[in-house]
């Protein structure tokens, strides 16, 4: 390697040069929720198994931490704390986009209003063309601007000017990478704790019932009514006052605070609308049934006065009389159940409201409103599996006023689950069992976090606990409904007794009432009773008794009593339960005791050394116990003398539960077994063991120990779950440590780790458990992480045999040992086999133990476990000094594992490869461990581990990959495992090599990549594999030292660095830019020196290369990947200097060279945003609208700013490109934010060295890019994140409900659910079912999304503000970046085609929204570039030259003074400059001109008056301007102000009229008829027009525009070239549009198309009239005009032929067919226009005055619709009193209207075709296309009524013809012409007979036919009743044969239509008998003999013929007479031949 000079090996040393060690071993202590931890009793010798499981409970965790894990950038860059006040810093960047919504009224972008019409007329004067421009004052000028400075002096200073100021870290500013591809990020596992369901707190606040008489005592606990059981403790409460508490004063010794709480938290881990609250209420024992004792309570009221009272004094006497003599007995009483369901946020039943109120009576209206929120909560919920939040519910109070009795024959469990059940399915409760009235009000809520003065189940207080309150809130113990694998962490050892039934039935009469005292005895005399029972309430904490409650005269009762006990740590034999049964006397009688002793049983604690539970029918012995009962089980009494009395011959007559909750007792046999036997390996223990009901001797002992390990797995999973810690580190022991027994080596190595592998492999198998986002299970991760440490280096174990006492100690290791230190070999192998212990043999040997010593010295001494003398000797960190001196071949705990991963086989190999995380984690953590316990830190890595070790390692990792290999080739759920797999093995790897040797480390990882590459065909699998695994490598806090970065700049001759550059300096040859361009390129000398980088750039490359199935994730992750390295170098404070940043930028060279050749696949920018050319829209709406409508990226779109046309001969297909996928749009952004932050951070003279030797056609590619990075980075302002959040939002819900889904489908999917949405580090996991988390909502991730919906105002602004620094930043770059390449360059002479390049880019920039900070300075390079290259720009580059002048007039305009003054200095000069290359500046006149005139179109926030401001400014340039004034350059700036100062008057125009789309149409298509001469221009505003039609979705009319442009353009095209596939001018549109000719108006003599500057623009070419005709053909088929798409492609097919060009012919021909697809498919249903004559009257309107329209409407419009528009807008303008609309449409006599008014007349007009043109115009289309004649009809009489009778009913047919066809381009057209045809009633009633028949003819022949239809018609035409029907008809005119012979014809006529039409009507007629259903047949008859009669009516004047007009013909003029007479006579017509 180089040697490296000073400045690197100190940036080297900077950077943290590897620490020697990263791995710190610290203890933090456990966490306790209590005060106190929870601990056996003191001053008891405790066995063993206790001892390990307190000493499990609470010994310190061990966590090895990484040391510089706070500098790694992965770490800062994740918990975004740098990010937090990040935005302090920055400047607030200035966007016009948003100056615009602030600033004040007049600058308002938006429409004003327009009813200044009147006033404006005087306004129009003064905006007219002779506004005088002087009369404005000029903005500030730039100083300097004329000066005359070299151009180098002037780049200098630009330069200068951008390099101050800047953002140091890109990255900052740039969202952070998406989690989802953060495989990095390793969740740091939740620290083991006691589990907690949702816990809800309920308080009872009231008790009573209407009379106040006596004691009650309430107990309460939660029931699970589906899954039958109790699921919670009882809580005891007492709410009596004190006077009737006083009552039992005597039988209360001390009453304990404990005692006294009226509040309980109870815990749900499985919610469900089956949970009950159910309090049971007793009292005190007292003679009589309950019923007997519950009549008061039924007829009493406190209130009453009188007899009553003196009733109520009197019970109350009584009350305390039993209270003194039977208080410490109880009965039951009442109870009342309250249902949960609400409380959960469950499915709630609509159902369960009336019924609490039934129920209770009265609800209060707290509740009811609570409960409904409650269920509108339930809304959300997901499904009853999963525990979900409870904490959404308010506190609810509830006052219950009704009880039940309790039945004194049904009082057991069982009775009262089926009251429950009748109860939620009914209140039929009520009926059934008498009810008490009362008061109960108990408020139930949502526990909070850390509920203040707590106590847990065992009375402990819980944090924070103070002093000073007076009753505490109890936790009361859950009994789940199911599992819980959460493992013990606290010690709990409870024992739960439930005497249940006992049956005396046969039993002589003194047993009546009888009750049961229960006792736990730890000896046979009475004195033995243990104070272990909990209290009840109101009384001492713990009792020595309890008794049950009585129910009167029951021989056989039943008891619900829960008796909980403390049990001792240390059980005896002698330890067992008392029951003592009495029969209680409620009389006092003379001399009898209350209690009468009936008899006793009793259970022994333990069997064979086992906690006995379970139910238990149990004999009760009379009269005495027997002698040494204890000891045996009641069943089991070895008979005596004399003999025991039995009730009923010893049968089991008394019935028990017993049930333990203890985190020592496993209760399960194969734990217990296991425990027993490891116990008595460490313990002197005598042989033989008792086991269960087997003997373990000695010798059996090894066998027996071998197959309890094995059977550990056969354990239920919840007792393996709870014990887990424990039984993990007794496997983990027994791995390592040496036995002796019975004098023979006993090696459990491997069984240990087998079964280790079994409970791994059950545990992720277990559906019930969760996993983290990396498939790991929780349980075990968190045991690894916190739990795990080195086992005890213990003493040997030596269990003596019976004769050998003495072993020599040393001697025994060697008969064991291997052979020799063979290490590689067969002999190896077989070693192994036989010896599953590693000894090193090379070690030299020492006899005293320095491990021990060395622990001693260095570890801190367990404080914990002070408090036991008898505990220390087994404790890691002091082992006892007594050890006999160990042999130094003892195994360490690393070695043996992975030697056993090494050998394993079969099953056991599958499974440890598979979860093969949690061994590499062990081995990790032993590793850090074992280094920090032999202090090896100063060893040299290589030293530290054996090679054996190290080979071990080598093959798990060789055996892993190929493991990972082999799955990915499977289906997919394998391949998912393979993922994981190697997710773990890059953690491994990464974790190794902080703590082994690094050069072993790469190795491994080469091994690797080259394994996987062997074995995988599929690319993006192996990349994506490679990718993930690299990721997490990379992300090691010592990346940049692994990588060697500081070794870049010894191979870069153009380092800044002082040692370097002084010996460059002078050779500068072609071997150094060979190298300087190598820097830039992957090459193999750079991927040996930087090992990682050079791996992930080769995995990138490979990416961006392929093109292969689902490559295009593999390629966002490869990008991501290296974004969040870059991220993390900019966030991590180590690599803030200028000097590190390059040094590391030059490490990122080559990816420089990947992203330029991936270029043609990145996202095209420029076309998604729909943007053209104007500043953005103020609304988001209108954006997307215009988006979906013109597609942008046909070849050109409206504005031009896109580059996919370059005429410059510069495409961006300039290099032979591989065609690969192209990426997202975010992979790309991504991959172009990594390419600004090289550019930004390397050294910039390497940089202009590097450009300055690429060929030109690399840097166009260079110039493509920062093209498509403009587009990019552009600020999208505020409304875009309010639009993020809104996708945002999206996106959570999306993941809330593939969550939902998830959990809804059970346990399977959440496995996939993880795969699919990788949750965010922080939301680590989606607990299980059984881990409280679930529950948490801050846990989810939509969660989280969802806040992002409703952000501050402060949080959107400081977004902004980011956003508006990123895209400064982002431009400035781009801009450094161009300055390079033009220095560079320009110094090589290749300028000819960049100039445009860079031009173009800049142009772009302009474009977007940017920062008032970025324009400055980008106007400041586009002077320097004018002065520079001016000539050159204004000959080659025309289209740039049109595009520029449009920008930087669009920026002319601008309210922001700076821009606007930085961008007419630049105009100024681009005049200047060209004005002095050619002396004659037409063609930059041209330009602004054009510019202007599509800024004012397109612009609806262009702002006329900072424009006319900017247009001043130019003149006073141009007058200070000495150099100038000799030219004619001043006056030709002045007239060309002036034309535009008139184009701007125009625009005040169109601004009055912004709200009147019809006038501002007519007012642009004014301006562009105007500018017929001017072709560039019209077609600037035509295609203004078009994107206004557009915006209103007026698409047909926008197309026409486009046709005409196009038209337009062809004219051109054929007076400059004559070429046959080219159309011949607009003739050739014709079949488009017959008003295209208009376009041909331009002949050779007005213009010809060579003059300079004209018809310069991008569309005078064929490419453009392509461009122009493909966007006109989108239109139209937006706009369903499918037939014309088709006439357009007729003139774009034959040029796409000429040109060769098939891809577009292809395209081309898919849209035809499509169109025609539309026709046949849509033929009917198309919409086409509606269409209304308005006319306008009144002096109001101006010269709109007696104008008649034919407007055309969308489709269905309706009459209302429209005129509620037009005079809500001229109501607008004049004021709504001042408008009328005329309801007639009647010819207007302008004499009688309101001179003060304006008058609107609209009338519905349809299409009218002459009959000759009916036949051309045959489909629906046709009809409907090409319209310029309209119709419409007026009733009159001849006396001005509108409607007469039929004899005097004329009509007034109008026909409008219209100066244009529709459509047109524009929505409303002149009327030109008039005709009014008068029909005479005989005509009226020819023409509305003729519409009759046809009605029926349709109906009839309609198919399928309509029977409704048909019989509307019929019923219409011979229905008895029609008014002004037929008949009348015929009667009127038929009857008689007119007397006027000119009327003979139409009579006839008449008669003929009548006789079609009856003919007609017999069809229907006999149609309809077919279609009817039965129930219709007298609805036929009916209609048939209404038939008959009309047509027996009209027979005789259907029949009745006019003779003369049968006569032969003899004149010839007759017939011409005949022609005459035709019915549309004109009116004068039939006046003047009246004399014929």
Not at 449 to 475: D, I, M, Q, S, W
Request: charged letters at 25%; a neutral charge.
């Amino acid at each position: 390697m180089t040697r490296l000079n000073n400045l690197d090996s100190e940036l080297a040393q900077e950077l943290g040069d590897f620490p020697e060690d990263d791995l710190d071993v610290v203890f933090t202590p456990k966490e306790c929720r209590t005060l106190q931890p929870s601990m056996p009793e003191d001053g008891v010798e405790l066995d063993s198994h206790v001892r390990d499981c307190v000493q499990t409970y609470i010994r310190e965790w061990l966590i090895v931490n990484r040391k510089n894990q706070g500098n790694s950038g992965t770490c800062s860059l994740k918990n975004k704390g740098s990010r937090k006040d990040f935005h302090k810093m920055l400047q607030k960047q200035t966007f016009e986009s948003e100056t615009l919504d602030s600033s004040d009224a007049n600058f308002q972008a938006g429409p004003r209003p327009v009813h200044t019409l009147p006033e404006e007329a005087s306004r129009t004067t003064l905006t007219s063309c002779d506004f005088d421009l002087r009369s404005l004052q000029p903005d500030p000028r730039l100083e300097n601007l004329l000066r005359h400075v070299s151009a180098e002096e002037f780049e200098r200073q630009n330069e200068e000017a951008r390099r101050t100021n800047r953002h140091a870290e890109l990255l900052a500013l740039y969202p952070s990478v998406d989690e989802d591809d953060a495989v990095e990020i390793r969740p740091v596992p939740d620290r083991p704790k006691e589990h907690l369901g949702n816990r809800i707190l309920v308080k009872l606040q009231t008790l009573k019932f209407d009379i106040e008489i006596e004691p009650l005592f309430a107990c309460i606990a939660l029931y699970d009514i589906k899954e039958r059981k109790k699921i919670s403790e009882n809580f005891h409460c007492d709410l009596n006052p004190d006077l009737l508490r006083g009552f039992l004063r005597s039988h209360t010794p001390s009453i304990d605070l404990s005692t006294q709480a009226r509040s309980a938290v109870f815990s749900v881990t499985y919610p469900s609308s089956d949970i009950y609250l159910v309090i049971k209420i007793e009292k005190v024992l007292q003679q009589g049934e309950i019923g007997d004792c519950a009549e008061p309570y039924m007829v009493l009221k406190e209130s009453e006065a009188g007899k009553v009272k003196e009733k109520i004094e009197k019970l109350k006497a009584q009350a305390e009389s039993f209270c003194q003599r039977l208080g410490k007995y109880r009965m039951p009483f009442a109870w009342i159940p309250i249902s949960l369901t609400n409380f959960f946020n469950l499915s709630t039943l609509e159902r369960e409201i009336p019924e609490a109120e039934g129920l209770n009576g009265r609800s209060t209206s707290d509740k009811r409103a609570t409960l409904l929120q409650a269920r509108r909560f339930s809304e959300r919920s997901l499904s009853s599996e999963d525990s979900y939040p409870v904490s959404n519910f308010k506190t609810i109070s509830l006052t219950l006023s009704t009880f039940f009795k309790q039945e004194g024959d049904r009082l057991s469990d069982e009775d009262l689950f089926k009251f429950l059940a009748d109860f939620k399915r009914s209140s039929s409760l009520q009926r059934r069992i008498k009810t008490l009235p009362g008061t109960l009000k108990l408020e139930i809520s949502p526990a909070p976090e850390n509920l203040g003065y707590c106590l847990t189940a065992e009375l402990l207080p819980v944090k924070p606990f103070p002093e000073n309150r007076n009753r505490p809130h109890k936790e009361i113990l859950e009994f789940p409904i199911r599992e819980v694998y959460v493992p013990h962490t606290i010690y709990r050892n409870l024992l739960y007794v439930y005497p249940q039934r006992l049956n005396f039935a046969n039993r002589p009469a003194s047993a009546r009432n009888i009750t049961i005292k229960i006792q736990f005895m730890c000896g046979e005399d009475p004195s033995c009773a243990m104070p272990v029972i909990f209290g009840k309430s109101s009384g001492p904490e713990f009792v020595q008794e309890i008794y049950t409650a009585i129910t009167y005269h029951n021989k056989s009762p039943d008891f619900y009593e829960e008796v909980k006990i403390k049990l001792p740590a240390k059980l005896t034999e002698k330890h067992h339960l008392l029951f003592t049964f009495y029969h209680i006397s409620c009389q006092p009688k003379q001399g009898a005791t209350v209690e009468t002793l009936l008899g006793y049983s009793w259970l022994p604690i333990l069997l064979n050394d086992r906690l006995q539970t379970g139910h238990y029918c149990l004999p009760v012995a009379l009269d005495k116990l027997p002698f040494h009962y204890s000891i045996h089980s009641p069943e089991k009494v070895p008979s005596q003398i004399p003999p025991v009395k039995w009730v009923e011959g010893h049968k089991g007559v008394f019935n028990v539960e017993v049930q333990a909750v203890s985190s020592v007792h496993t209760q399960d046999n194969h734990l217990e077994k296991f425990f027993t036997l490891c116990h008595s390996l460490e313990s002197q223990v005598t042989f033989p063991i008792r086991l269960m009901d087997q003997k373990i001797t000695e010798a059996t002992l090894e066998h027996e120990l071998k197959l309890s390990i094995i059977c550990l797995n056969s354990s239920r999973l919840e007792p393996l779950v709870l014990f887990l810690h424990l039984v993990l580190d007794k496997l983990f022991q027994l791995a390592v440590q040496p036995m002796v027994i019975a004098g023979q080596t006993a090696n459990f190595s491997q069984f240990a780790f087998e079964s280790v592998v079994a409970i791994v492999n059950s545990l992720h198998n277990s559906k019930d458990l969760s996993k983290d986002q990396h498939g790991r299970n929780c349980l075990l991760a968190s045991y690894v992480y916190y739990v795990f440490r080195l086992p005890d280096p213990q003493r040997e174990v030596v269990k003596p045999g019976a004769g050998s006492s003495a072993i020599l100690t040393e001697s025994r290791y060697y008969t064991f040992g291997r052979t020799s230190a063979v290490s590689v070999g067969s002999k190896l192998l077989q070693s192994r086999v036989i010896s599953c212990s590693n000894p090193d043999i090379t070690v030299t040997q020492t006899s005293t133990d320095e491990e021990v010593k060395n622990i001693m010295s260095s570890k801190p001494v367990d404080h914990s476990s002070s408090r036991m003398s008898f505990y220390v000797e087994g404790t890691n960190d002091m082992p006892s000094i007594c050890a006999s001196p160990r042999p130094p071949n003892k195994k360490h705990f690393h070695e043996e594992l992975a030697l056993q991963m090494v050998v394993s086989t079969g099953m056991v190999r599958e499974s440890v490869f598979k979860y093969a995380w949690f061994f590499f984690e062990l081995l990790i953590k032993s590793m850090a461990q074992y280094v920090h316990n032999i202090e090896k830190q100063d060893n040299p890595r290589r030293s530290r581990f054996s090679d054996r070790f190290k080979d071990d390692i080598t093959t798990i990792v060789s055996v892993v990959t190929s493991e990972i290999a082999a799955l990915l080739v499977k289906p997919q759920k394998e391949s998912e495992q393979a993922e994981k797999i190697n997710i773990s093995l890059a953690f491994f790897l990464y974790d190794l090599l902080s703590l082994m040797d690094r050069g072993f480390v790469f190795n491994l990882i080469k091994h690797y990549c080259n394994q996987l590459s062997n074995k995988l065909n599929s690319l993006s699998t192996l990349i994506s594999m490679r990718l993930e695994f690299l990721r997490i490598l990379c992300s090691h806090e010592h990346y940049l030292n692994l990588n060697l970065f500081f070794m870049t700049s010894a191979s870069a001759p153009a380092s800044p660095s002082p040692s370097l550059s002084s010996q460059n300096s002078s050779s500068c040859s072609s071997f150094q830019d060979q190298k300087i361009a190598g820097m830039f390129d992957l090459s193999a000398e750079y991927r040996q020196q930087h090992f990682l980088t050079g791996l992930l750039f080769t995995e990138l490359a490979a990416a961006l290369d392929a093109d292969s199935e689902g490559i295009s994730k593999v390629q966002r992750k490869a990008v991501s990947a290296i974004l969040s390295l870059l991220s993390s170098h900019d966030l991590d404070p180590r690599c803030s200097k200028k000097e590190v940043k390059i040094k590391i930028a030059a490490l990122y060279l080559p990816l420089v060279g990947i992203i330029l050749d991936s270029l043609p696949q990145l996202h095209d920018f420029t076309i998604s945003d729909a943007r053209s050319g104007k500043g953005r829209t103020g609304n988001p709406e209108e954006e997307q609208e215009s988006a979906g409508a013109i597609s942008q990226n046909v070849a050109l779109a409206i504005a031009g700013n896109h580059f996919n046309l370059r005429s410059s001969g510069m495409s961006l297909v300039s290099l032979p490109y591989r065609q690969s996928a192209t990426l997202g749009p975010d992979t790309s952004r991504n991959l172009l934010i990594c390419f600004l932050w090289i550019m930004k951070n390397a050294d910039q003279n390497l940089i202009q060295k590097w450009i300055a030797d690429l060929p030109s056609m690399q840097l166009n590619r260079i110039l493509d890019l920062l093209f498509i990075c403009v587009s990019c980075f552009e600020y999208k302002g505020k409304q875009s994140s309010d639009k993020v959040s809104t996708q945002a939002l999206q996106k959570s819900r999306d993941v809330k409900a593939r969550l939902e889904e998830a959990l809804l489908r059970g346990e399977g999917a959440r496995g996939e659910m993880m795969k699919r949405c990788r949750i965010p580090a922080g939301n680590d996991r989606l607990a299980g079912l059984n881990e409280n988390l679930r529950w948490r909502k801050e846990q989810t991730q939509w969660r989280q999304a969802n806040e992002r919906q409703d952000k501050t105002k402060a949080e959107l602004d400081q977004e902004a503000l980011i956003s508006g620094n990123l895209a400064t930043e982002a431009n400035l770059i781009i801009l450094d970046m161009q300055e390079n390449i033009i220095q560079a360059s320009f110094a090589a002479e290749c300028r000819d085609n960049l100039l445009g390049g860079v031009l173009k880019v800049l142009i772009n920039s302009l474009g977007c929204d940017q920062s008032t900070t970025y324009l400055t300075h980008c106007f400041a390079t586009l002077r320097a570039l004018i002065a520079k290259f001016g000539d050159f720009l204004f000959e080659e580059e025309v289209e740039q030259c049109a595009d520029l002048c449009q920008r930087v007039l669009h920026h002319c305009s601008s309210s922001i003074d700076i821009t606007r003054t930085q961008a007419c200095a630049t105009l100024y000069l681009l005049m200047r400059y060209s004005f002095s290359s050619t002396s004659n500046f037409a063609r930059v006149k041209m330009q602004v001109t054009m510019s202007l005139a599509s800024l004012v179109g397109k612009s609806p926030e262009f702002n006329e008056e900072f424009l006319r401001r900017s247009l001043r400014t130019i003149l006073a340039y141009a007058e200070e301007d000495a150099d100038m004034q000799a030219t004619p350059f001043p006056v030709q700036v002045e007239e060309l102000l002036c034309n535009l100062n008139s184009i701007l008057s125009d625009t005040v125009k169109m601004r009055e009229f912004q709200e009147d789309p019809e006038m501002l149409m007519d007012l642009m298509y004014r301006i562009a008829k105007g500018y017929q001469t001017s072709p560039d221009l019209r077609l600037t505003w035509l295609q203004n027009m078009a994107e206004k039609h557009t915006k209103r979705k007026s698409y047909t009319e926008a197309a026409m525009c486009l046709v005409h442009a196009a038209a337009l353009v062809a004219e051109y095209l054929s007076m400059l070239e004559d070429r046959n596939y080219l159309p011949v001018g607009s003739v050739s549109f014709q079949n488009i549009s017959p008003n295209v000719l208009e376009e041909s108006a331009v002949s050779d003599d007005v213009l010809s198309p060579d003059e300079d500057g004209i018809c310069s623009g991008r569309y005078f070419s064929e490419s453009g009239l392509v461009g122009l005709l493909e966007q006109a053909a989108e239109l139209f088929s937006t706009g369903g005009l499918y037939e014309t798409v088709n006439e357009v492609y007729k003139i774009v097919i034959p040029i796409l032929e000429a040109h060769r060009d098939f891809r577009k012919l292809t395209l081309t021909h898919s849209k035809l067919q499509k169109a025609f697809d539309s026709i046949i498919n849509k033929g009917q249903k198309r919409m086409f226009g509606t269409y209304f004559r308005v006319g306008f009257y009144g002096s109001k309107f101006g010269d709109l005055d007696e104008q008649e329209f034919v407007y055309k409407e969308p489709a269905i419009t309706k009459l209302p619709e429209i005129s509620h528009r037009l005079e809500g807008f001229y109501g607008q303008c004049f004021g709504e009193d001042a408008v009328e609309v005329i309801k007639d449409s009647a010819p207007v006599d302008k004499r009688k209207l309101d001179p003060n008014k304006a008058y609107i007349q609209i009338t519905f007009v349809e299409p009218y075709f002459d009959e000759y043109e009916m036949k051309d115009r045959v489909t629906y289309f046709e009809k409907n296309f090409n319209l310029c004649r309209f119709m419409y009809t007026t009733p009159f009489t001849m006396d001005g009524r509108p409607r007469g009778e039929l004899s005097e009913q004329y009509k007034r047919n109008t026909i409008l013809t219209t100066m244009h066809a529709f459509p047109y381009v524009k929505t409303r057209i002149n009327v030109i012409q008039k005709e009014e045809f008068i029909l005479t009633p005989i005509e009226v009633a020819i023409e509305d007979m003729q519409k009759k028949t046809q009605e029926l003819t349709a109906a009839t022949n309609q198919e399928p036919p309509d029977a409704k239809m048909l019989q509307m018609v019929l019923q219409g035409s011979v229905g008895a009743t029609v008014n002004q029907g037929p008949l009348e008809v015929a009667q009127v005119f038929l009857a008689e044969i007119p007397a006027d012979p000119k009327l003979y014809r139409h009579h006839n006529k008449l008669r003929l239509c009548f006789k079609e039409f009856i003919m007609r009507c017999g069809e229907a007629v006999e149609k309809n008998k077919r279609l009817i259903t039965a129930d219709q047949r007298e609805y036929q008859l009916e209609l048939r003999k209404n038939y008959g009669k009309l047509k027996e009516n009209l027979r005789p004047m259907i029949e009745r013929k006019i003779p003369e007009l049968y006569k032969p013909v003899v004149k010839v003029h007759s017939t011409r007479e005949s022609f005459r007479n035709h019915s549309f006579r004109k009116y004068d017509a039939q006046t003047s031949s009246q004399s014929t």
